[in-house]
């Protein structure tokens, strides 16, 4: 039996940061494996880019 899958946040909870004022970056992918689309993120206002790229900042 495996564990369902998450992620360490939604968009919901991205849209939340952001309202507070936070620039948040997601990794292309990041929330594939709890069937979240990088549009999801870009939707509310993170910006989605790849690893090397949001690691830069």
């Known amino acids: 039996m495996s564990a369902p899958a998450s992620v360490a946040a939604t968009p919901e909870t991205v849209k939340k940061f952001i309202g507070l004022g936070a620039t ?7 929330g594939a494996g709890a069937s ?17 790229a949001t690691l830069a900042g």
Do not use: C, H, L, M
């Open 24 to 30: 948040v970056a997601v990794e292309v992918g990041a």
């Open 36 to 52: 979240i689309a990088d549009a999801d993120y870009a939707a509310v206002g993170a910006s989605v880019a790849d690893r090397t």
